[in-house]
């Protein structure tokens, strides 16, 4: 019966370290929306930027939170959130910059 008890622990242990591992990669994930939304705000154009894209992670990352939420599980839930601000900024300014730029080419 120890024997089982110690695998069980080993096992839980195992599930922290990847639970760890998981949220830290979430987080990284979140990271790499930063240089194409810095991008953006620098140029103050929207040329070259998929909308269909960021639009598409964006929308992902929402059904992600609300799954996330559902199984009460706090990394998937943390990381989507950061995602969704990062990747929201970069479509936000994508949308932005495109409705400038179009109502510009209309004058």
Known sequence: MEAKAQRAQERDGMKDI???????????????????????????????????TFGGFSLLQIVSIVHG??????????????????CGTVTALTVYYRVKRLQGQGR
Not at 19 to 48: H, S, Y
Not at 75 to 81: I, R, S, Y
Request: aromatic letters at 8%.
């Open 18 to 52: 990847i639970a760890v591992i998981f949220g830290l990669g979430l987080m990284g994930n979140a990271l790499l929306f930063v240089p194409q939304a810095l991008a953006l705000w620098r140029k103050k154009t929207d040329e070259g930027v998929s909308l269909v």
């Open 69 to 86: 939420l559902y199984q009460h599980d706090p990394a998937l839930t943390l990381g989507m959130a950061a995602s969704l601000m990062t």
